[in-house]
């Protein structure tokens, strides 16, 4: 984004007189809005040694390099020989960790999220646990779930941490903010946790002084997560320091756009826990010495159905079947996701044991019903007043934009930042810092709208995102169906409400069946322009809404991008037959509400709470 406010006055495309933007500016704060932050977008910082400078303008080689908190630098706990078996508490870290201010927390409608339909196919029964306490954790991992706050599992999770736990590979489905994550960390990292000694590769002594390039080891992870979007994979492995904490397992992230030097001094510190993009992570399984899969125990793809897309497909066949991974009997594969057609659910059945467990929440690509849902019909030139006067009726709050294209992003970025509304703007046209910084602004409420194009929608986790507005729909010729489900899904987490404003009009036609199936099924209100859609007979047969195998998709990824690369419309995925027949032992359980224990009731105010 420019910084537009800074600007606006020699701005000759803007053309804003400066008593315009003074009133525009009052009329924002009158409503509540913070005043927007003018900060320049400087190019990416280099790294150390690079060039001398610190990546601003006129840095000179006197400048000190000024390192950025990338994520990939963030504080893990670090494990010391003399530790035993668990390591000792670190306040400092266990602050930032688990007590952070941005940190999304459970809200009073938690319970709602066992009120869905739970499908369990497996060949083998899987208990769901009750509780954590019960699941037969180690306990360091049971004292971390505490720190995190996490009372009682979300169903997911219910299923998840005991399949994992009896060994099985899975495939996981469930609705948006519901603790995927969690679900697949726990297991994993729980079961690691009392081997590591055994199962790890040597670490280096990483006391005061160390070298990475004289004194690092090659990197021989025991885990391997692997997501579309950079931003994606530092929350996991934010999550995964939280879980890993006081103990040896050390979790890293690599992802695309941020120096490759830091990534690599980190992998050479230890890394028993990798989470990386595909473009990143092939980087690295190309350099044995960086390196090595040989000691892998679990590989999970979350946001699935996006990685087994053709799109992703040289990547994912390298990274499933490439490089030095462990071919033996104890590497299981974990597949996650809140949407995945059938075509790929079908697809993705072949890199999993036969005695894997599907377990499915809710109808696979459902909308929780804690989000509220308003189309809006607004015509393609009134688009950007309606946002304006949506923004500035409602009490302020934590706001997420999604558009079509980056141009779009641009141009609704600089417009909000015109009107005096605090806004900025995230995608692939950004440098990584750009995108980091931009993401933080929002997270802290310094910037609190945010505008994005659609690879923002999956999976991001951000406390708070009380409203999200689709000032353009999903194009439903390329995935628009699950993008706009992984777009709403940005808010209303973890037992919290959310609304979701959609901005439609007859551009928007070949979405209209969906929405209003998707808005009967939440029990939501159908505005008249899509009375037309409802289903004659009432039945919302969402399977015919699956979309036809499509050839005409945006090209793929470069080596060290991500998701953003492959273009801003989101993918498409086709859909065709059944994945598979329900073994003999499958059923199907209604999810009893009590099950879960009652909602946790730390609610989080709605406006103005930045
Ligand atoms: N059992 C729990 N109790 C309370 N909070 C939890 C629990 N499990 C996870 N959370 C929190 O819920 C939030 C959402 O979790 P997560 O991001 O894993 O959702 P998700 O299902 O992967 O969503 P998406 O499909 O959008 O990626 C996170 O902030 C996480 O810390």
Redesign the pocket.
Known sequence: MADAIAEAANTTGAQIDQRTKEQRLEDAQRAGWCAPQPFKYGPEVPEPGANGTNGEEGGTAEDAYKPTPWAHDAEKYEWQEEYGEVGPRHEELEKELFRGEY????GDKFKNLSTVKIIVESETRVEPIKSFKSAGLHPVIEENIAL???????PI?AYTIPAVLEGHDMIGV?Q???????AFLIPCISKLMGKVKKLAAPRPNIAAGFDATREGVRAEPLILVVAPTRELCC?IFD?ARRLCYRSMLRPCVAYGGAPLRDQMNQLARGCDLLVATPGRLLDFMGRPNVLSLARIRYTIIDEADEMLHDDWEQEMTKIMSGGDANTDGDHRYLLFS?TFPKRLQKLAAKFLANDHIHVSIGRTGSVHINVKQNIMWTDKDKKKEALYDLLISMPPSRTLVFVRSKKTADFVDDYLFNMGLPSTSIHSDRTQFEREDALRAFKAGKSPILVATGVSG??L?VRNVMHVINFDLPQAEHDGRNEYV?RI?RTA??GNEGLATSFYNEYDEALGPFLTKVLLECGQEVPDFLQQFKPEGGVLNFEEEEEPDMDDEPAGNEAEGDAWDAGDEGTGNGDADKVQDSGEGNFAANASTDAWGPG?DTAVAASANW
């Open positions: 940190i999304n927390r459970a995190c706050t996490y009372e009682y599992p979300t999770q469930a948006t903010g519901s603790g995927k994550t969690a929350q999550e809140a999956r999976g986790d992984h899904g987490r973890i946790n």
